[in-house]
């Protein structure tokens, strides 16, 4: 079955380490979202790549990396930079055909700094 | 960033009790979604609009592009404990030529059984 992957669920980092997380897809989707959800603010974009090789910054990009070099490959890293990185991350991809629906999501990485 | 409210932030409600939640924005969009996600998981698509006036099912769920293009709209009928999650809605604004979806900060459903 086609899906995307995200892992590992659940993620534990002192502070002032650098993590990355993993995201996967087999769904041969273009573009790939990551975006942080905290509670009662939804979700905000960090990062959003549309082809290998190139990603943009979304609202949030400060203290977060990307790279994008498979179209099945989306890591983020958190990095040290990042002043408040407990939160539950979600990666996302998109097909860029037209008429493609929305988002699939990964079922998310919980990020906790002990 | 965009920014589309959502109301309400959370809802308690009886089993069998119809719901309804909304989320508008400040600018014209093209297409809105909503999705559903549960505890520790990813959201999942239920609906997705395309058309001012839209109004389209899925089961007991229903929702609706407004006519201004700025809002939309989901019910649910006779709610089942399943239920339970949080729904969000998203938007594409007309002028975005990235596909890139603004979120609503999302209902909270809670269905007593």
């Known amino acids: 079955d086609g899906g995307i992957t995200q892992s590992p669920k659940y993620l534990f980092r002192k502070e002032g380490q650098n993590v990355t997380l993993s995201c996967e897809q087999n769904?041969?989707?273009?573009?790939m979202y990551w975006y942080r959800q905290d509670p009662g603010q939804g979700l905000r974009l960090i990062y959003y790549s549309q082809i290998v090789n190139d990603f943009q910054k979304g609202d949030i990009a400060e203290g977060y990396s990307v790279s994008r070099e498979k179209k099945e490959s989306f890591p983020l890293t958190v990095t040290s930079a990042q002043k408040n990185p407990t939160a539950f991350y979600l990666c996302?991809?998109?097909?860029?055909?037209?008429?493609?629906?929305?988002?699939?999501f990964g079922s998310g990485t919980r990020l906790t700094v002990v | 960033g965009q920014q589309l409210n959502q109301s309400p932030q959370s809802m308690f409600i009886q089993e069998g009790e119809d719901v309804s939640m909304n989320c508008t924005s400040s600018?014209?969009?093209?297409?809105w979604l909503w999705y559903k996600q549960d505890p520790g998981e990813g959201p999942v698509l239920l609906i997705a609009l395309y058309k001012a006036g839209e109004l389209t099912s899925n089961g007991r769920l229903t929702a609706q592009f407004g006519i201004t293009r700025k809002d939309s709209f989901l019910n649910i009928s006779a709610s089942i404990p399943s239920d339970v999650g949080i729904y969000f809605c998203?938007?594409?604004?007309?002028?975005?030529?990235?596909?890139?979806?603004?979120f609503g900060s999302g209902t909270k459903l809670n269905v007593k059984p």
């Open positions: 769904l041969n989707h273009d573009a």
């Open positions: 600018s014209i969009f093209n297409t």
């Open positions: 996302a991809s998109r097909s860029e055909s037209r008429g493609a629906i929305g988002y699939t």
């Open positions: 998203a938007g594409q604004p007309r002028e975005d030529n990235f596909n890139k979806f603004y």
